[in-house]
């Protein structure tokens, strides 16, 4: 089925298995009905008592993308919000916007609120207490006083006994605010007879019922052989308390089903049936049912695997997180692109993602001339898409797109889709968002590791818009004088304020005018001094009064002379023995590369262009001059292992390196001890053999993600060098 529209998710964090219940059967219903869902989430459930500053402002600046974003509807879950003046300004949002929005759990005028069903499950709760396990005196500990999910699930109490035949008083109600202090004060009165012993307890959340349990155990009453006792939710503390909780299942998740179905007719204004999906008691040991009785295990079997097998997953991950040096390959980019790039190659960090998007606000980099400003809340009209990552494909070029259609992925015919949006910020800063795409709910994990992503890459802008800058101040003093304030020289402004007067005058006296460009050897190793100034002296030196020395960039440097006078070999040994001078025993540790040209037949702006473009074809000849062919070879091979999945091959390689192909077969083996192609097998084999074992994938793919365009070869040479099939291994490690 291909989506028909979007419902907006709004969440605070996504940590709880609660949370990952409700986005389960918000998921399943919204997919059934054809609908994407877009989750938005800040990560961080903030509290303005505890903490709220410029950087939990950056998170929740993801919720300000609802002014922009076309959406069908939205489910705020208002609720899970512990920031009461976050929870009333997305409020104002929604209203201002006037589309369908359903609130959930709380009273939001004039906007539509949905509740979760509770007055059932705790009836039925009640009632099997009385049925099963013949309880005639019970107690209820409930939520707050005039709280409706405490009201609700007292009312199922009352409903149960009464049509039982049971006496209820208000003696028998606890309020216990839905936490542990007042559960485990009832569990001590009623071991020191303060309260009358009950035959069951039946409590509105787990949280209080685990309190429950363990007070009464520790002052010496049994459970259930004494008092038994139930919970409510569904929550981790059923499952991880002894005695295992009987507890009430699957409110979240019918919440969210019912949310879509109800808001689907808002929507559609069509009346939608309801969909199948019920809360259930899943019995534990605390109401003292057995598996004979119950027909089930009384250990959640499917929970403790989904948990474990989560929790292992994930720390393979968090050491992938560790290993992948992401902060430094993020933060050493001098451009948007290697910016880019690098995103792309430390993304698989990110764990069960589908798609990976990164969105930049257009007005992502501060101004330039005034840094202080830059945007510090809301999203601009249009977004500039800067990377989609998908299994086996990436998509870099950098484009603007209209922010209204959420992605540009989103405007093509596609499968309703689940995203998780969250902001990318740093310092009060507004960069953007980065979207990922997940196929199930329980694939999301927003945690510390996925915020230190986020923080990575957003550090990495910063290095960026601040290199811009000091490039942008440097280019601001270079318009502002003739002078390079490093060496003395004249500047690219200076020689073309100079250079028609120089060129006429030389050809007045019948000179010749040429042009000596200078630089240094930078491919052979990190050089211990830097040669600029050294070099610019020795220059300056060894040029004529009537010549002209020019900082044509960072590290080429020009004598524009006249040929009449001294000729180019001259020059250079002029500028050799005056380096040699200045330097002394240093100068050994350096090669000059130089570049030398006539401009005379050529005009004004063909003269200044010349010297220009010849100055940059200098610059990358100086970079691979002298490449130390180990090192080129080791970075060769770290790349291979990075990206085994790449066409690679000896031909390209050796003419990358300008080198032979045999010199370079014999080198890699020298140094490596084994082949090239071999080397490239291996890291290939490498990569499936994590991606089958920590990974979903089917075979085909992780085929195609290693590099390999045909399937059979892949399986062929994965048996060949690990002793048994691609299925076999995974099989192996589940």
Not at 43 to 49: A, G, L, P, R
Not at 362 to 384: I, K, N, S, V
Not at 569 to 583: T, V
Request: charged residues 20%.
């Amino acid at each position: 089925m291909s989506s028909i529209g979007k419902i907006g998710v709004l969440l605070p964090e996504i940590v709880d298995p609660l949370d990952y219940e409700l986005l389960r059967g918000i998921h399943t219903e919204a997919r059934a009905c054809g609908y994407d869902v877009i989750v938005y989430c800040s990560v961080y459930n903030s509290q303005v008592e505890f903490q709220q500053d410029t950087y939990t402002n950056g998170l929740e600046n993801i919720f300000t993308l609802l002014t922009v974003h076309r959406l069908d509807g939205v489910l705020f879950a208002a609720d899970r919000f512990h920031n009461q003046e976050l929870n009333a300004k997305i409020q104002n949002i929604l209203v201002q916007r006037r589309i369908p929005c359903l609130v959930l759990g709380e009273e939001r005028p004039p906007l539509q609120t949905i509740y979760p069903q509770q007055q059932d499950a705790m009836y039925r709760m009640t009632k099997h207490l009385i049925a099963v396990h013949g309880c005639k005196k019970i107690y209820c500990i409930t939520g707050f006083p005039h709280n409706r999910p405490s009201e609700e699930r007292t009312a199922g109490y009352r409903q149960a006994m009464q049509e039982s035949g049971l006496p209820v008083t208000e003696q028998d109600i606890f309020y216990g605010h839905f936490w542990r202090e007042i559960p485990q004060q009832i569990g001590r009165q009623i071991a020191e007879g303060k309260i009358p012993m009950p035959d069951g307890i039946v409590c509105a959340s787990d949280s209080m019922a685990a309190a429950l349990c363990e007070s009464l155990i520790e002052n010496g009453i049994t459970v259930p052989e004494q008092v038994a006792v139930t919970g409510f939710d569904g929550s981790a503390d059923a499952w991880m308390q002894r005695p295992k909780l009987t507890t009430v299942i699957g409110r979240d998740l019918q919440l969210g089903a019912d949310a879509v179905r109800t808001l689907c007719g808002m929507m559609t204004g069509q009346t939608l049936p309801k969909p199948n999906c019920e809360q259930e008691i899943r019995f534990g040991e605390s109401c003292g049912c057995t598996p004979e009785q119950t027909g089930t295990n009384t250990i959640d079997a499917y929970v403790l695997e989904h948990y474990f097998r989560h929790h292992i997953r994930h720390t393979v991950w968090h050491k992938q997180f560790y290993a992948s040096d992401l902060i430094n390959k993020m933060r050493n980019q001098n451009s948007l692109h290697g910016w880019v790039d690098a995103v792309d190659q430390v993304g698989h960090v990110l764990p069960d993602w589908e798609w990976i998007e990164i969105c930049l606000c257009e007005d992502w980099c501060f101004d330039l001339e005034h840094p202080e400003h830059f945007r510090t809340e809301g999203y601009p009209q249009r977004m500039l898409h800067a990377l989609s990552k998908r299994h086996g494909s990436v998509i870099k070029e950098q484009y603007l797109f209209r922010t209204a259609d959420i992605l540009p992925a989103l405007q093509i015919p596609h499968e309703p889709k689940l995203l998780l949006l969250t902001s990318l910020h740093n310092r009060g800063q507004i960069f953007g968002f980065l979207a990922t795409a997940y196929d199930a709910p329980e694939k999301i994990c927003a945690d510390d590791f996925y915020l230190s992503w986020c923080a990575a890459a957003v550090n990495g802008l910063d290095n960026l818009q601040h290199i811009m800058h000091r490039a942008y101040i440097k280019t601001q003093m270079e318009l502002l004088t003739v002078r390079d304030p490093e060496t003395g020289l004249y500047n690219r402004r200076g020689f073309a304020e100079h250079l028609p007067d120089i060129l006429t005058e030389m050809r007045t006296n019948a000179q010749t005018p040429a042009v000596l460009l200078v630089t240094w050897q930078k491919g052979g190793g990190l050089l211990p001094f830097q040669p600029l100034l050294a070099l610019s002296n020795a220059m300056r030196q060894a040029a004529a009064e009537n010549a002209m020395t020019v900082r044509i960039d960072e590290s080429v440097l020009a004598i524009l002379y006249a040929e009449n006078d001294v000729d180019a070999e001259a020059l250079c040994d002029k500028i050799e023995r005056a380096m040699k001078s200045l330097l002394g025993k240093l100068y050994g540790t350096i090669r000059l590369v130089t570049n030398n040209f006539c401009i005379s037949d050529r005009s004004l702006r063909e003269s200044e262009q010349a010297v220009i473009q010849a100055a940059t074809a200098l610059n990358e000849q100086a970079e691979t001059a002298g490449l130390d062919l180990h090192a080129a070879i080791r970075r060769l091979r770290q790349e291979i292992m990075e990206k085994p999945q790449e066409d690679w091959n000896i031909t390209d390689a050796a003419a990358r390196l300008c080198i032979s192909k045999s010199h370079l077969h014999r080198l890699y083996k020298q140094l490596t001890g084994i082949n090239l192609m071999d080397d490239v097998i291996e890291a290939r084999i490498a990569k499936a053999k994590q991606l089958l074992e920590f990974s979903d994938l089917r075979i085909q793919e992780i085929a195609q993600q290693c590099g390999y365009h045909n399937e059979s070869h892949f399986m062929r040479q994965f048996k060949n060098k690990v002793g048994m099939t691609a299925r076999q291994f995974r099989q192996s490690k589940q």
